[in-house]
């Protein structure tokens, strides 16, 4: 069964304290893994999409990488408006029909 | 623009009322779906479809019902609400997926209230 673990549940930064997110992930023949941004009350925006390990994509102060067991979220020099909920999410080729499986996601704080 | 609209943003309504949450979308989209998500959790996929006529349950069971008379629109529709529906209703859509552009795009979602 797909499956998405992302961790941890909860992160508190100060602003330009750079960290990393986690999204561990089982699933049945890779097609593709996404990071989405949530804010409060609004739906989920795409952020990026990796399909094989090693593969590495940037925007502004994120960069996610991708291995074969995982993905990591790194944010360099975070500021405040980059708090949000971020969600992790797989595309397997196995009988999740290419649809979705989200993890519960990483809610990020950053502080002034 | 290319788009995924939502209405209605809020709603607040009485145990036992018929109500339609409305999704349409700019996005030239074939494939469309529609997620509940409650405070702190993950998002469950409820329905999706792969074009007109097309409709398929998804992974958490809903006592919702869909259609897709038409590419852009997949309204999603209660025929009775329960305070047991009260949730965030996302609606997304993506490409077929048989491509490299898989990816889903959001719309703002529906926050229900069944009082």
């Known amino acids: 069964e797909d499956q998405v673990t992302q961790s941890p549940e909860a992160l508190r930064l100060q602003e330009g304290e750079s960290s990393s997110l986690n999204c561990s992930y089982t699933?049945?023949?890779?097609?593709?893994l996404f990071w989405y941004r949530q804010d409060p009350g609004k739906g989920p925006e795409f952020l990026f999409t990796l399909y094989s390990a090693g593969e590495e994509k940037e925007k502004e102060r994120l960069k996610a990488t991708l291995t074969k067991k995982e993905s990591f979220l790194h944010i360099t020099a975070p500021k405040p408006e980059d708090s949000a909920t971020y969600l992790c999410?797989?595309?397997?080729?196995?009988?999740?029909?290419?649809?979705?499986?989200f993890g519960k996601g990483t809610k990020l704080s950053v502080k002034p | 623009e290319a788009d995924i609209y939502q209405t209605p943003r809020y709603l607040v309504i009485g145990t036992g009322k018929k109500i339609t949450l409305e999704c349409s979308q700019t996005m030239g989209h074939d494939k469309m779906y529609w997620y509940q998500q409650d405070p702190g959790m993950e998002l469950h996929l409820i329905h999706y479809?792969?074009?007109?006529?097309?409709?398929e349950k998804g992974d958490l069971s809903s006592e919702s019902t869909v259609s897709r008379i038409r590419t852009e629109h997949f309204p999603l529709t209660l025929e009775s609400a329960r305070p047991s529906h009260t949730s965030q209703y996302l609606c997304?859509?993506?490409?077929?997926?048989?491509?490299?552009?898989?990816?889903?795009?959001f719309g703002p979602g529906t926050r229900l209230t069944v009082l």
């Open positions: 699933v049945s023949g890779l097609r593709g």
């Open positions: 479809s792969y074009g007109v006529n097309s409709t």
């Open positions: 999410a797989v595309q397997g080729r196995g009988g999740s029909q290419g649809n979705l499986i």
């Open positions: 997304a859509s993506s490409d077929l997926g048989g491509g490299p552009h898989n990816e889903q795009f």
